[in-house]
């Protein structure tokens, strides 16, 4: 308390807030580097995205139970450029199983615009990959996936 006003935090104290601030904050990229850069300067979020849309895959479809069928590929797209037609089934991205749609939209959306994912399709009980490279929001006029 100096200058003996008794609201006044000591100085020491006040440093230390500030040192505990300053280390919180500088260990926030080290503890999760992976946090895509998604936010533009004028602080607008980049969604990514590939072109498709997708729903939950129905009971029945596929080799197995979990997964999202491409109900629609936007023409022009980078799905359709790599391939991806409509009836397909996700079945993996990234090497990660696919249990629903939202799984599909949430990876795509998070992963930076200009990096490609790894798609695994099952078509006809065929198995493939392709490999998409995401696009900003604006450059796909497709609403999901």
Same mark, same amino acid.
């Given at each position: 308390?100096?200058? *003996?006003?008794? /609201?006044?935090?000591?100085?020491?104290?006040? $440093?230390?807030?500030?040192?505990?601030?300053?280390?919180?904050?500088?260990?926030?990229?080290?503890?999760?580097? &992976?946090?895509?850069?998604?936010? &533009?300067?004028?602080?607008?979020?980049?969604? *990514?995205?590939?072109?498709? @849309?997708?729903? &939950?895959?129905?009971?029945?479809?596929?080799?197995? /139970?979990?997964?999202?069928?491409? +109900?629609?590929?936007?023409?022009?797209?980078?799905?359709?450029?790599? %391939?991806?037609?409509? %009836?397909?089934?996700?079945?993996?991205?990234?090497?990660?199983?696919?249990? @629903? +749609?939202?799984?599909?939209?949430?990876?795509? %959306?998070? $992963?930076?615009?200009?990096?490609?994912?790894?798609?695994?399709?099952?078509?006809?009980?065929?198995?493939?990959?392709?490999?998409?490279?995401?696009?900003? $929001?604006? &450059?796909?006029?497709?609403?999901? *996936?």
């Amino acid at each position: 308390m100096q200058g *003996g006003n008794p /609201t006044e935090m000591p100085r020491w104290w006040q $440093t230390r807030w500030f040192v505990l601030f300053a280390a919180i904050a500088a260990a926030i990229p080290l503890l999760w580097p &992976d946090i895509p850069p998604q936010v &533009d300067l004028p602080g607008q979020v980049r969604r *990514g995205r590939i072109g498709v @849309s997708i729903q &939950d895959l129905p009971p029945g479809r596929g080799s197995g /139970t979990e997964g999202a069928l491409v +109900a629609e590929v936007v023409p022009g797209s980078a799905a359709e450029r790599a %391939g991806i037609r409509k %009836g397909d089934v996700i079945v993996a991205i990234n090497g990660v199983p696919v249990r @629903s +749609a939202a799984q599909v939209r949430n990876t795509v %959306g998070l $992963t930076p615009v200009g990096r490609q994912v790894q798609i695994t399709l099952e078509r006809n009980g065929a198995k493939r990959n392709v490999n998409v490279e995401v696009a900003p $929001t604006n &450059d796909t006029p497709g609403r999901r *996936g």
